[in-house]
Nanobody
Framework: QVQLVESGGGLVQAGGSLRLSCAASGRTSSGYAMGWFRQAPGKERESVAAITWSGKSTSYSNSVKGRFTISRDNAKNTVYLQMNSLKPEDTAVYYC??????????WGQGTQVTVSS
């Protein structure tokens, strides 16, 4: 089992920045790839970014490419999502997940990000 706890969400004006953190505990030695997802009201949950266990490979959705950066510190069992140039359409609950074969296996509880125009 892996437990994930997100933090760092909040209210920010358009054009601003936030950094989300996802702290993992439990069987973190299994070496999971990690992903960030988001779900806006009335919409399906979507993938935002992912990173391999080593951190050497990352991927992003087209909607955030060039603005968001995913990173990880395995010594701290923490994954980050740096979000710059935020837009109102980035407003959502953001979730981190531990991935197995690119599929979420464990989810955090989510953190709200609200971008005002």
């Amino acid at each position: 089992q892996v437990q994930l706890v997100e933090s760092g969400g909040g209210l920010v004006q358009a054009g601003g920045s936030l950094r989300l953190s996802c702290a993992a505990s439990g069987r973190t030695s299994s070496g999971y790839a990690m992903g960030w997802f988001r779900q806006a009201p009335g919409k399906e949950r979507e993938s935002v970014a992912a990173i391999t266990w080593s951190g050497k490979s990352t991927s992003y959705s087209n909607s955030v490419k060039g603005r968001f950066t995913i990173s990880r510190d395995n010594a701290k069992n923490t994954v980050y999502l740096q979000m710059n140039s935020l837009k109102p359409e980035d407003t959502a609950v953001y979730y981190c997940a531990a991935l197995v074969a690119n599929t979420p296996r464990y989810w955090g509880q989510g953190t709200q990000v609200t971008v005002s125009s």
